[in-house]
Nanobody, 128 residues
Framework: QVQLVESGGGSVQSGGSLRLSCSFS???????????LGWFRQVPGKGREGVAA???????HYQDSVKGRFTVSLDSAKNTLNLQMNSLNPEDAAMYYC???????????????????WGPGTQVTVSS
């Protein structure tokens, strides 16, 4: 079973940046050949939503609200999935989760229901 652990969350002012990292228990290059790898977020009272993810062809997909501000990347040397978040605003505040899943339709790569493995989450807070 793949194990994931997020890090890098914290508190930042509007306009600031954070870099999240997700550490994988297995070789991430091998995992990426089969699984979609992505970032999701959730606030109290709302469902989990996709933020950014690689499909199993390793093409990135982004939620419209973060396009141009967030960048998802894979670091094979460190065995991590990363999310660079720039120009943060209060609407970005949430618990952020990384996940891996067997998603073979690109239309579902940002949908959380099909993902099998999840990290425990890391909190991001943005103040005005």
């Amino acid at each position: 079973q793949v194990q994931l652990v997020e890090s890098g969350g914290g508190s930042v002012q509007s306009g600031g940046s954070l870099r999240l990292s997700c550490s994988f228990s297995e070789d991430i290059e091998d995992i990426a050949n089969t699984y979609c790898l992505g970032w999701f977020r959730q606030v109290p009272g709302k469902g989990r939503e996709g933020v950014a993810a690689f499909d199993n062809d390793q093409n990135p997909h982004y939620q419209d609200s973060v396009k141009g501000r967030f960048t998802v990347s894979l670091d094979s040397a460190k065995n991590t999935l990363n999310l660079q978040m720039n120009s943060l605003n209060p609407e970005d505040a949430a618990m952020y989760y990384c996940a891996a899943g067997l998603i073979f339709d690109d239309d579902y790569v940002l949908e959380p229901d099909g993902y099998n493995f999840w990290g425990p989450g890391t909190q991001v807070t943005v103040s005005s």
